[in-house]
């Protein structure tokens, strides 16, 4: 069975099991005892209910297109993710749903959250067992004083997030390593992605985002990022109605006038004027056209000729496709007549 094969079998088993699933959310919280203890006092609204389903919809998209689990074979072992927790609404919601997919029969891998206490002053060290434990979580928590590394390091008017990724990221490779899992799981979510393409756009001048899939430079871990669909706003609401015990971060979350504040604040500008913006924008990196860039290394312009067929071939059309703006602008012309 093929790749394409693959995704269509699992999409219409996943499909299947929502449907089949739906008698499950409709039941009160009281009812809930069948479902996983995370979610045996969730919001019963149907609003909720909805928001839910939608987060759950998404997030499978995500796994499905960009082949983040496995189709195994009869019999073969599962494998395990490492679900990075940080005490934030991105993280403990990544978890939620991840553990309701694998509860529907959606996601076919082990979970194992983890959590790395960086020793910022006032972390506290008791909330996460005791959600851990209460919600039947299996966990691993690790404490690294990265603080005193970052805060050492870097001047308190430059931003520490460079430095405090870096260090965080090669001990949760560790981590990953020691419990023996294929994969780090982060809750980066359609904004964050978006605030990278346009940091490293503004900044780093060049054309580059966080990929929803990605191989470590050893080769042997992956990052995956099954919120990629998935709208910060939507996932507020669900930590919210959740009433996940958030902890603050307050190392970069306390530096004032950062780079990607103003990009935060200029996306939620766009989107505030022109709804549905971003998630145009967030299609939009997946839709690229190299010919119409300027990238060299992406396309052969130098071998572009008339009368060569080389440029038709290549394009697939795409000469052929009018300005998205200017279709934009032409639909306002008439629409105003």
């Given amino acids: 069975m093929d790749h394409a094969m693959d995704v269509q079998a699992l999409t219409q088993a996943s499909d299947q099991a929502l449907d089949a699933g739906e008698d499950v959310l409709r039941k009160s919280p009281e009812a809930n005892t069948d479902v996983p203890a995370i979610f045996r006092n969730a919001p019963s609204g149907v609003?909720?209910?909805?928001?839910?389903?939608?987060?759950?919809?998404?997030?499978?998209?995500?796994?499905?297109?960009y082949g983040m689990a496995p189709?195994?074979?009869?019999?073969?072992?599962r494998p395990k993710w490492l679900v990075c927790l940080s005490g934030g609404k991105d993280s403990y919601s990544?978890?939620?749903?991840?553990i309701e997919m694998?509860?529907?029969g959606l996601l076919n891998v082990d979970l194992i959250a983890c959590n790395l206490d960086q020793a910022q002053p006032g972390f506290p060290p008791d909330i996460?067992?005791?959600?851990?434990?209460?919600?039947?979580i299996e966990n691993v928590i690790v404490r690294e004083d990265t603080?005193?590394?970052?805060?050492d390091k870097i001047p308190a008017h430059r931003t520490y997030c460079s430095l405090c990724s870096r260090l965080r990221r090669g001990i949760l490779y560790r981590i990953a390593r020691e419990q023996g899992c294929e994969a780090i799981v982060l809750g980066h979510h359609r904004e964050d992605i978006l605030e990278t393409f346009f940091m490293n756009l503004f900044h780093g001048g060049r054309l580059a985002s966080m990929p929803p899939k990605l191989l470590n430079d050893e080769g042997d871990l992956l990052v995956l990022r099954p919120l990629a669909y998935a709208a910060e706003s939507d996932i507020a609401k669900f930590a919210r109605g959740m009433e996940f015990p958030i902890i603050p971060c307050n190392l970069c979350g306390s530096q004032d006038g950062l780079q990607r504040e103003a990009?935060?604040?200029?996306?939620q500008d766009w989107e505030r004027q022109t709804p549905g913006r971003l998630g145009v924008m967030a299609r939009a990196l997946a839709n690229s056209r190299p010919s119409h860039l300027l990238d060299r290394s992406l396309y052969d312009f130098e071998g572009l000729r008339p009368g060569t067929g080389a440029g038709a071939a290549a394009l697939a059309g795409e000469a052929e496709e009018p300005c998205a703006a200017s279709l934009a602008m032409t639909d306002k012309l008439f629409a105003n007549e």
Avoid: C, H
């Fill in 47 to 65: 609003e909720f209910k909805k928001l839910r389903k939608r987060l759950l919809r998404q997030t499978r998209e995500a796994i499905e297109d």
């Fill in 71 to 77: 189709v195994l074979e009869p019999g073969a072992a």
């Fill in 94 to 98: 990544l978890l939620a749903i991840l």
């Fill in 102 to 104: 694998r509860w529907r």
């Fill in 128 to 136: 996460l067992p005791k959600w851990f434990a209460d919600n039947e």
């Fill in 147 to 151: 603080y005193s590394i970052v805060t």
């Fill in 263 to 267: 990009v935060k604040k200029m996306l």
